[in-house]
Nanobody, 124 residues
Framework: QVQLVESGGGLVQPGGSLRLSCAGS????????IGWFRQAPGKEREGVSC????????YYADSVKGRFTITRDNAKNTVYLQMNSLKPEDTAVYYC?????????????????WGQGTQVTVSS
């Protein structure tokens, strides 16, 4: 059974940091591009970052570029999203998802297995 489990969310003050984890079971994450998406209340889901499988190239939304870093640990079958300098507008439920192949795509249409999400709240 394929399963993705996100963890690491929580409440943090503006300027703080969190590290989200996306652990895979029933599949090898290294075979796929892995994307992180987020959805805030009343807003559409948006892509945050993606790491390809072909060469581990990383991609970021303009809103998080320079603050977030996506990495893989293949030994742990886990993908991480390090989030620094967090802002209130980063508040959302964050989801990870496996791509349909090794490449990153901006549209969520090209992602097939999704985790349950983890809440990130940035507030003073």
């Amino acid at each position: 059974q394929v399963q993705l489990v996100e963890s690491g969310g929580g409440l943090v003050q503006p300027g703080g940091s969190l590290r989200l984890s996306c652990a895979g079971s029933g599949l090898t994450l290294d075979y796929y591009a892995i994307g992180w998406f987020r959805q805030a209340p009343g807003k559409e889901r948006e892509g945050v970052s993606c790491i390809s499988s072909s060469d581990s190239s990383a991609y970021y939304a303009d809103s998080v570029k320079g603050r977030f870093t996506i990495t893989r640990d293949n030994a742990k079958n886990t993908v991480y999203l390090q989030m620094n300098s967090l802002k209130p507008e980063d508040t959302a439920v964050y989801y990870c998802a496996t791509g349909v192949d090794r490449l990153c795509y901006s549209s969520s249409y090209y992602y097939k297995d999704w985790g349950q999400g983890t809440q990130v709240t940035v507030s003073s």
